[in-house]
């Protein structure tokens, strides 16, 4: 069943990781896609939301091959798939865009990320 998105549109502490880099990481996604519903027709705040995204998986991604995170190759998947669907949108981002990165990032924070709570 899919997560609740909140609004205003915001980390809150049902979102928690339990690691505090990546908790913050997560909270700088939430902020970057604020800003493109803010600024949709902003090519820099979709950039920005990018390079926030592509920079944590990063660490998270360096964080699970650290561990042996069983589902690694899985997770990065998903990740790699974010990053080139996003790479596709263009701005004005249209309401629809904007739902789908926030139910993305919802959705694979307690449904994907989830998973690793303890074991990285």
Known sequence: MPETIPEPFKWDESFKVFYTNLDDEHKGLFDGIFK???SPSSQEALDDLYKKC???FTTEEGMMQKANYGTYTAHKAIH???LADLK???PPVNTE???WAKDWLVN???GTDFKYKDQL
Do not use: S
Request: glycine share 6%; aromatic share 6%; proline share 0%.
């Open 36 to 38: 493109v519903c803010e």
């Open 54 to 56: 592509a920079d944590h």
């Open 80 to 82: 790699d798939k974010f």
């Open 88 to 90: 596709a949108v263009k």
């Open 97 to 99: 865009g904007q739902h």
């Open 108 to 110: 694979h924070i307690k």
